[in-house]
């Protein structure tokens, strides 16, 4: 991939907006889809998404990186993955991609970007086996 000077922060125009999720960027991989997830995985995966929806993008950006969202570096293996999933007609232009945690103390971790109000998920990762 080419390197591009742009940040992976969020787009400030979406700071007060609520956090939405959209899975419409999920990778067909099983290994990382909803379809690895097994039962407590999945309830854990939900109720972290019901506690970000109460969120907007400013506070979930500010919070710390146990309990909010880690942006992926340009350049790394973690961007790369993000950005091969990413379908958005803005992806040359805007390139907001994250992680965030769905145990603090684990290592489950749900990859995406940011498209206006949405987190798009496109790769879940309950074993911690992405660049780990």
Same mark, same amino acid.
């Given at each position: =991939?080419?390197?591009?000077?742009?940040?992976?922060?969020?787009?400030?125009?979406?700071?007060?907006? =609520?956090? @939405?999720?959209?899975?419409?960027?999920?990778?067909?991989?099983?290994?990382?889809?909803?379809?690895?997830?097994?039962?407590?995985?999945?309830?854990?995966?939900?109720?972290?998404?019901?506690?970000?929806?109460?969120?907007?993008?400013?506070?979930?950006?500010?919070?710390? @990186?146990?309990?909010?969202?880690?942006?992926?570096?340009?350049?790394?293996?973690?961007?790369? *993955?993000?950005?091969? !999933?990413?379908?958005?007609? @803005?992806?040359?232009?805007?390139?907001?991609?994250?992680?965030?945690?769905?145990?603090?103390?684990? *290592?489950?971790?749900?990859?995406?970007?940011?498209?206006? !109000?949405?987190?798009?998920?496109?790769?879940?990762?309950?074993?911690?086996?992405?660049?780990?």
């Amino acid at each position: =991939m080419d390197s591009f000077d742009i940040s992976t922060k969020f787009d400030l125009e979406y700071a007060e907006t =609520m956090v @939405r999720f959209s899975i419409c960027d999920c990778s067909l991989d099983k290994k990382y889809s909803f379809w690895c997830l097994n039962k407590e995985q999945a309830k854990q995966f939900v109720e972290k998404l019901k506690h970000i929806e109460k969120l907007t993008w400013k506070q979930i950006s500010n919070s710390s @990186r146990k309990t909010g969202l880690t942006p992926e570096k340009q350049d790394s293996s973690n961007f790369d *993955l993000v950005h091969g !999933q990413n379908t958005s007609e @803005r992806k040359f232009v805007e390139q907001h991609y994250f992680h965030f945690r769905v145990e603090q103390t684990g *290592l489950f971790r749900v990859f995406g970007y940011q498209k206006q !109000q949405f987190f798009c998920i496109t790769h879940i990762d309950p074993s911690g086996k992405i660049n780990h």
